[in-house]
């Protein structure tokens, strides 16, 4: 008997018939709505393995009840999304996507940083309301990025890939993190520093840290108050990071003077957000990795991941490390 794959998200065929290859598989079929909570445990209860997205919380009340559960293939580098202790005492392998989206969301960071300095949304929305009527010294000017410097919280592989193209850009480059990152120091030149000289110093201050009992809400008011009054706030990693009321009236009050958000505490955010009423708020519906090629190469490590599960390999991305030694 093949195992019982569940995946959670509409894939695409090419995928979801690679998969009906080596399993029987059960896939929600909507793209855009989530899964239901109460469907996710009743399929997962017969899963021997669950493909899934960020938005899919798996927990000790799924993970206790998913008797025959071996893996988790989670489509993303961050698992915020799943209890880890949980999985490990049931012993589900849980594995994630990383390396292959680190260029596309680096990309992404940088392109948010550069749209948000150079106020592309808000001219583009201009020139389509037909509200543009001559050229003009002033108008629609942002800030410049070239030559200016960069502050990265979260040194990790995405964030030594932004540094790369801050260096392209003539950037000056600091950064915060856990511990020290030598070759983004020898390669790019960045300097380490605490995160309040970060925040004091920075031109612009880019979130890339992982969600973690550490970083969630490191960014309240009072670290908005200690950045530069012309600093710009790009937030590419996780919404619950900062603290968005933090964040609005930070901007409402001009201690900050601009930010590009990829993430939300609460994805997706309703549209009638305060922060989304803010000409100086740049957001996107969580993009980061969202290119063609790289959305296919977190689904391929994926079932690469169930294909070493299944045929008793360990998976090349496994998270909770600790299952081999059982
Ligand atoms: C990730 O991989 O963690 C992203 O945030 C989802 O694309």
Redesign the pocket.
């Known amino acids: 008997m093949k195992p019982y794959v569940y995946v959670t998200r509409k894939v695409p065929e090419e995928i979801y018939h690679k998969l009906q290859e080596q399993y029987d598989v059960d896939m929600w079929p909507e793209e855009e709505v989530q899964v239901p909570r109460e469907l996710l445990l009743e399929k997962a209860q017969k899963a021997d393995a669950l493909l899934t997205?960020?938005s899919d919380q798996l927990d000790e009340e799924l993970f206790s009840e998913a008797k025959n559960l071996k893996v988790v293939a989670n489509?993303?580098?961050?698992?915020?999304n799943v209890d880890l202790d949980a999985a490990s005492k049931h012993q589900i392998a849980i594995c994630?996507?990383?390396d292959v989206?680190t260029d596309t969301?680096a990309d992404l960071t940088f392109a948010l940083l550069l749209a948000t300095a150079r106020r592309m949304i808000e001219s583009a929305e201009f020139v389509k309301e037909g509200k543009w009527k001559s050229w003009s010294p002033m108008l629609l000017a942002g800030t410049d990025v070239h030559h200016k410097k960069i502050g990265i919280v979260g040194m990790g592989k995405i964030g030594t890939v932004v540094a790369k193209r801050a260096a392209g850009f003539d950037m000056e480059i600091i950064y915060h993190n856990r511990s020290r990152h030598e070759v983004a120091e020898e390669m790019l030149g960045a300097t380490y520093c605490s995160f309040d000289e970060l925040l004091e110093t920075a031109d612009f201050v880019v979130c890339l840290a992982?969600l973690t009992e550490h970083t969630r809400g490191m960014f309240q008011r009072e670290q908005f108050q200690k950045m530069k009054k012309d600093a710009i706030f790009i937030n590419?990693?996780?919404g619950a990071i900062i603290n968005e009321q933090a964040l609005y009236d930070a901007l409402v009050a001009g201690e900050i003077a601009a930010a590009g958000l990829?993430?939300f505490e609460k994805e997706p955010i309703s549209a009638d957000h305060p922060l989304l009423s803010l000409s100086n708020v740049v957001a996107l519906p969580?993009?980061?990795?969202?290119t063609k090629e790289t959305?296919m190469a977190?689904m391929e490590t994926c079932c690469e991941n169930l294909d070493a599960i299944f045929n008793d390999r360990p998976p090349k991305t496994l998270v909770n490390k600790n299952l081999l030694s059982l």
Do not use: E, K, Q
């Open positions: 997205v960020i489509m993303a580098v961050g698992y915020d994630n996507t990383p989206l969301t992982p590419a990693s996780r990829d993430v969580h993009i980061g990795s969202a959305r977190m």
